[in-house]
Structures are given as structure tokens and as C-alpha cells.
Nanobody, 119 residues
Framework: VQLVESGGGLVQAGGSLRLSCAAS????????MGWYRQAPGKQRELVAD????????NYADSVKGRFTISRENAKNMMYLQMNSLKPEDTAMYYCNANSAYGGFGYEYWGRGTQVTVSS
């Protein structure tokens, strides 16, 4: 599975961005996808994830009510709509996928897309 993020950029506080993640390869094996972020000097943290089968979602407390994760399974795409952005949302955002195949579990990462929120 290959993951490619896009949609990052520079935005003022209060603005919005929409991140996209394009998945290719053995996408049939993906059972969950998510967005993580890592700010300079900090650990990578989960932003939101979504179950491929049920569509159930999970959000970090810091983004609840502001960010929305979604998927278009037919297009092998995942999105993160980010509204009311804050300077503390500044980070590299990574697309993540978990799959299961042949009795083994696998985890995949994209290269990331930078989000910078100015105050």
C-alpha cells in the first residue's frame, strides 16, 4: 500500500484546509486509516482515524468539533477537513493505514504534508 498526502499549506488562524490522502496498491486489505501529526520537538500524535468497514471515527480531544475525517472507498481516498485552525495545529500531517492480509498485520505511512497556521 502506498499513501500520498496533499492539501497542506499556510493559513491564518481561524481558516480552513482540506487534506487528502490517496491510497494505491493492495487497498482491499486496509481495515482502518487515520491522520497523525508531528510538531517540531514533539511526538507524533493521532489526530483522527476511521474504520474502513463501519465508518466509525475517533478524534483527538484537541480537534473535536473542528476537524472531520472521511473516506471515499471507491476512490481509495481519505480526507481531513480542518476548520477553525489554530497556531497549535501547526505540524507535519501524515496519512496512516492499517491492513491485515494472510494472517499478518501491516502499517503504512505517507511522507506527510506540512500545515502551518499563522497567528
Amino acid at each position: 500500500v502506498q499513501l500520498v498526502e496533499s492539501g497542506g499549506g499556510l493559513v491564518q488562524a481561524g481558516g480552513s484546509l482540506r487534506l487528502s490522502c490517496a491510497a494505491s496498491g493492495s487497498t482491499f486489505s486496509i481495515n482502518a486509516m487515520g491522520w497523525y501529526r508531528q510538531a517540531p520537538g514533539k511526538q507524533r500524535e493521532l489526530v483522527a482515524d476511521i474504520n474502513s468497514g463501519t465508518g466509525s471515527t475517533n478524534y483527538a480531544d484537541s480537534v473535536k468539533g473542528r476537524f472531520t475525517i472521511s473516506r471515499e472507498n471507491a476512490k481509495n481516498m481519505m480526507y481531513l477537513q480542518m476548520n477553525s485552525l489554530k497556531p497549535e495545529d501547526t505540524a507535519m500531517y501524515y496519512c496512516n493505514a492499517n491492513s491485515a492480509y494472510g494472517g499478518f498485520g501491516y502499517e503504512y505511512w505517507g511522507r506527510g504534508t506540512q500545515v502551518t497556521v499563522s497567528s
